[in-house]
């Protein structure tokens, strides 16, 4: 399952996939280079579809839980004065993800 978000840019790398490996196909000389532009195209769209994907997530149930906005690690957590929008004390919590 894709994600709402990359709707738009899974559909404009599909085309230019397609388009590239239509040109190539078309237009370049030698079957083996022709079929490494069309893997390497391929593999984008792969990477595409792999970075915009929207996997089922089951929250677990229970009080004083804290569930991530994101997948990945917990690199940093600290408490902090940020006097731009709290104005006050907060916790930062810096996730690192990483496609």
Same mark, same amino acid.
């Given at each position: 399952?894709?994600?709402?978000?990359?709707?738009?840019?899974?559909?404009?790398?599909?085309?230019?996939?397609?388009?590239?490996?239509?040109?190539?196909?078309?237009?370049?000389?030698?079957?083996?280079?022709? $079929?490494?532009?069309?893997?390497?195209?391929?593999?984008?769209?792969?990477?595409?579809?792999?970075?915009?994907?929207? #996997?089922?997530?089951?929250? #677990? $149930?229970?009080?004083?839980?804290?569930?991530? #906005?994101?997948?990945?690690?917990?690199?940093?957590?600290?408490?902090?004065?940020?006097?731009?929008?709290?104005?006050?004390?907060?916790?930062?919590?810096?996730?690192?993800?990483? #496609?």
């Amino acid at each position: 399952m894709i994600t709402r978000y990359g709707y738009d840019v899974v559909g404009v790398v599909f085309l230019v996939v397609l388009t590239g490996s239509l040109l190539s196909w078309y237009l370049v000389n030698g079957v083996v280079i022709k $079929a490494l532009i069309i893997a390497l195209l391929i593999l984008i769209l792969l990477f595409t579809l792999y970075f915009f994907r929207d #996997p089922d997530r089951t929250t #677990p $149930a229970g009080k004083d839980l804290v569930i991530s #906005p994101a997948d990945g690690e917990v690199v940093l957590v600290k408490e902090v004065r940020e006097d731009v929008f709290l104005k006050g004390e907060g916790v930062q919590v810096s996730i690192f993800m990483s #496609p």
